[in-house]
């Protein structure tokens, strides 16, 4: 049986670390393997093509068009004038005595509307304009966490590719020295 030394101290500790390397190679070459790439054929990923898919399928970002256009159409309610509301009331249709029947009976027809002053319909404009400024913040901020986000993922692939090198690396270089050493 072949017996390694570590160095004192670093039994635990080195332990962890193999592990951790070993975890680390496995889940590395299941995403290469598994056909989790760029495209079919490719394996390789830019951050450039990383950011553009997930600008473009990003869920937390697709909701903005729906709510552009729950705008537009608030927009269009605030700029309309008033409605004109038309009544009808009716009194004494089935009254008694003198005022029996249906000749007795009083109809009113009322035409109205709300006279608006002070520039409201403008107010209500600019409060839809607002809207759309807070919104198009919204986007952008969410844009940028999301920009944040990929590339500080991109580059953590990048680090994990370069340990899983290094200790293919570290492996070979420990067959070849145990080989030697028989």
Do not use: W
């Amino acid at each position: 049986m072949l017996s390694i030394r570590t160095a004192p101290g670093s039994g635990a500790l080195g332990r962890r670390n193999i592990k951790s390397r070993c975890i680390l190679f496995s889940l590395l070459f299941f995403i290469s393997s598994s056909g989790l790439s760029a495209e079919p054929g490719d394996s390789t990923i830019t951050l450039t093509n990383a950011v553009q898919r997930s600008l473009s399928q990003n869920p937390s970002l697709k909701v903005f068009p729906y709510r552009y256009a729950a705008l537009q159409g608030q927009a269009e309610t605030a700029g309309l004038r008033p409605a004109y509301e038309l009544g009808f009331d009716a009194e004494n249709v089935g009254g008694t005595g003198d005022f029996s029947g249906a000749g007795g009976a009083e109809l009113t027809i009322a035409l109205s509307s709300v006279i608006e002053m002070g520039d409201k319909r403008a107010a209500r404009q600019g409060v839809i304009s607002h809207s759309r400024s807070v919104l198009n913040a919204s986007r952008q901020v969410e844009s940028l966490a999301l920009l944040g986000e990929v590339t500080r993922r991109y580059v953590d692939v990048l680090a994990a590719q370069e340990q899983v090198t290094l200790a293919g690396e570290a492996a070979q270089l420990a067959s070849e020295s145990l080989y030697q050493l028989h």
